[in-house]
């Protein structure tokens, strides 16, 4: 995969607004994400469901601390430094680098009074885009020069610098007309015909599928690999051989890619709720980012909202729980109520259970 199309396909993970959140800059073509962007991405699960470590206050080394008796070839300068960790959701390191920051009266507009904000800024930023490794492939933060927001360099995402044209051919030169030779007589179209009717549809008989209803009436619920090893079915031929039957109403599909499942569909039995369906893609961009951020406002690391979506769907990190189809409406209203338990259990000084 080239680097445009990886940072394209990385930006609709995390849910990053072209032109708003990222933008090319003409001249270097290199990727640039603003601080905020960079915060996003840094606080959600990467597409393999690592979390980021960020430092916390207590984590960070004041190498300068902006005194003029500290000198400098640039003078008095804030200079930070703090390690960031990329980590499994059950603890494991597995990467983990040290970033800096500095702010001097060189690198920061002289208008801006807060060189220790610059510097965190720039660390943050370093850190974690070199702990996901972004930085080797040109993706930088608009931190790092004024180039990056200068308007007059950016390239718009949404409709980026168009291919200069191809030189168009000269117009051929007019040719002295020549008489017409008379038209033969055109056939006579033929009288057309009445449409024929057309055959009702076949109803799929499930008649013909007598082992494989058998095999889901008594299993209940089955998947497409259940499906396959127990009919011998070639994987190629499952959509050919079951849509019929999804069709006809035989059988009832939920779920979606490697979280599909098939079962019988029965008369009197109430269809699945909206909130018993798993989340489509656009649902679990909205809804679980909106109760993760509100989970991490009440103080929660993202361990702790691992641990609380493992209890709740089996699986060790939301996007693994959605890809699978066990991430409903049902199960994040759980996840988010258990954060509020761990909230309160918390502030109050005493502890709550759940495997936690």
């Given amino acids: 995969m080239d680097r445009d199309t990886l940072f394209k396909s990385l930006a609709e993970h995390y849910v990053l607004e072209p032109d708003k959140d990222w933008w090319q800059h003409r001249q270097s073509r290199k990727w640039v994400l603003t601080h905020s962007a960079v915060q996003k991405i840094a606080y959600q699960e990467t597409p393999e469901g690592y979390v980021i470590h960020v430092p916390g206050r207590s984590d960070i080394d004041w190498i300068k601390k902006?005194?003029?008796?500290?000198?400098?070839?640039?003078?008095?300068?804030?200079?930070?430094?703090?390690?960031?960790r990329l980590m499994t959701t059950s603890g494991k390191v597995i990467r983990k680098v040290y970033a800096i920051g500095e702010a001097n009266c060189n690198?920061?507009?002289?208008?801006?009074?807060?060189?220790?904000?610059?510097?965190?800024?720039?660390?943050?930023?370093?850190?974690?885009?070199?702990?996901?490794?972004?930085?080797?492939?040109?993706?930088?933060?608009?931190?790092?020069?004024?180039?990056?927001?200068?308007?007059?360099?950016?390239?718009?995402?949404?409709?980026?610098?168009?291919?200069?044209?191809?030189?168009?051919?000269p117009a051929p030169q007019p040719v002295a007309p020549q008489a017409a030779a008379p038209k033969a007589p055109q056939p006579r179209a033929p009288e057309p015909r009445a449409p024929e009717p057309k055959a009702p549809p076949k109803k799929v008989e499930a008649q013909g599928d007598d082992e494989l209803i058998r095999f889901i009436t008594a299993n209940g619920v089955v998947s497409k690999g259940d499906i396959c090893n127990h009919m011998g079915w070639e994987p190629a031929s499952f959509l050919g051989r079951i849509n019929p039957l999804v069709?006809?109403?035989?059988?009832?599909?939920?779920?979606?890619?490697?979280?599909t499942k098939y079962s019988m569909a029965q008369e009197g039995v109430a269809p699945s709720t909206p909130s018993s369906l798993p989340l489509t893609q656009q649902e679990y961009h909205v809804v679980w980012r909106d109760v993760s951020e509100r989970l991490r406002s009440f103080g929660m690391s993202q361990l702790v909202i691992s641990r609380i979506v493992r209890e709740v769907t089996g699986h060790e990190s939301a996007i693994a729980a959605h890809q699978n189809g066990s991430l409903t409406k049902e199960s994040v209203d759980k996840i988010f109520a258990l954060g509020q338990e761990w909230s309160s259990s918390t502030n109050s000084g005493g502890g709550i259970t759940h495997g936690l």
């Fill in 247 to 259: 069709d006809s109403g035989v059988l009832i599909r939920t779920g979606q890619k490697r979280g």
């Fill in 66 to 84: 902006g005194d003029a008796a500290e000198g400098g070839m640039h003078g008095p300068e804030v200079v930070i430094g703090a390690e960031f």
């Fill in 107 to 169: 690198n920061v507009n002289k208008s801006l009074p807060y060189p220790w904000a610059m510097a965190w800024k720039r660390m943050f930023d370093r850190g974690v885009l070199d702990v996901l490794a972004f930085a080797s492939h040109g993706f930088y933060s608009a931190e790092e020069a004024d180039t990056f927001n200068d308007p007059s360099q950016r390239v718009s995402v949404k409709q980026e610098v168009a291919p200069t044209p191809a030189p168009v051919a």
